[in-house]
């Protein structure tokens, strides 16, 4: 504890999360660790962090792993559903989380592949190896893209493993990349200037040379999903993203996920993915808004998209959830005229349901 920090992003005034630096402090100090600082990170600058500063280095080391991570999450997710031998997925996932960690730890070197690799090495050995992956030869199955406040998206805690759930129903998990929620700001600069007379001609350049950088990390990555003939979905840019959105929604709306949330939900239609779960945390009004409050146009440009809204919430029954994603699931099946097979015995079965809700939930 004596050399621990705790570190939240921060992503505007409207977000709830302003106020979670001073419930951790609270917290923290309260579970008997007053001497753990809590450091709050946003381009506001809406607390002072003495000590701390981000560096060149760290914020390259920070970008590389937010690429990695994305990679390996787009690859299990692919994989996993079509996996040959049970948990061959989740075992190929745990070497490459032990490489990469490995590969940060002693700068660029993995003693589990016993050689030293670059950025760009690294990231084509690991899609490789998943593309290498036996998978059994099936038609493809439903996809379900998941979206949403990016804590409940991403957190399997916070969301009850909705993955796992997608899953479990027989269908295949589309998680959107995590490294675009931090450029989504950045990419509509030139329209807060043209339209609010927000920042400067120079500050605009800045931003979008950012944006540019962003994508060269991530330009090793695509580079690898593309050797593997379509297998793998190469992401596309945040300005693609925006172009969606406005189709939509103003670019001018940034509360909670803003215009982003759209853009990616049109992404996936576009992807075909057009069976989507938003996961809405309870009582944050901007995610309802630019969630929910989006459906009925986006329904109206894309006939075909089959979209469910899920509160996520810690009173809130995980029964009625299930309920409402199965519904979504036989719907997806119907459109796609394949027949459902759900593995209820799946490892990745998010959590044991009794045996009688179950059977019920069967009925």
Sequence with gaps: PENSSVAITQTGGMCRA????????RALKAAGYPQVPVLSLSLQGFDSNPGFKLTPAMLHRIIQ?????????????????????????????????A???????????????????????LLTKLVAEFDAL??????????????????VKFQPDANNNVVGVVEAEGCEAVLPNL?????????????????????????VRLQQAMVWVFERYERPASRAFAKTKGKFAISPSIYKLRDYAQKVISIGTDAGEGWFMVGEMIELIEQGVPNIICCQPFACLP??????????????????????????DPGAPEVNQLNRIKLMVATAFKN?????????????????????IRTEIRT
């Excluded at 994305?70 to 070497?95: F, H, I, M, W």
């Excluded at 015995?345 to 045996?355: M, S, V």
């Design 65 to 97: 792993s937010l690429v990695i991570g994305d990679t390996l999450q787009r690859v299990l997710l692919r994989t996993r559903p079509y996996e040959r031998r049970a948990g061959s997925a989740n075992e190929l996932y745990r070497r490459w989380d």
């Design 336 to 356: 796609a005229h394949l027949r459902p097979t759900p593995n209820w015995d799946t490892p990745a079965q998010p959590f044991q349901l009794e045996t009688q």
């Design 287 to 312: 995610n309802h808004v630019i969630g929910r409050g989006m459906f009925k146009e986006l329904r109206a440009q894309h006939p075909e998209a089959n979209i469910v809204s899920i509160d996520y």
């Design 179 to 203: 490294a675009e929620f931090f450029t989504y700001s950045l990419a509509a600069a030139d329209w807060r200037l043209e339209n609010l007379g927000s920042g400067s001609k120079l500050g």
């Design 18 to 25: 302003t106020n979670y630096v001073g419930m951790l402090r």
């Design 99 to 121: 490489i990469t960690q490995e590969w940060f730890a002693h700068r660029h070197y993995s003693p589990t592949l016993g050689k030293r690799l670059s950025y760009r090495g």
């Design 134 to 151: 036996p998978l059994v030869d099936v038609p493809r199955k439903p996809r379900i893209g998941i979206v949403g406040e990016i804590l």
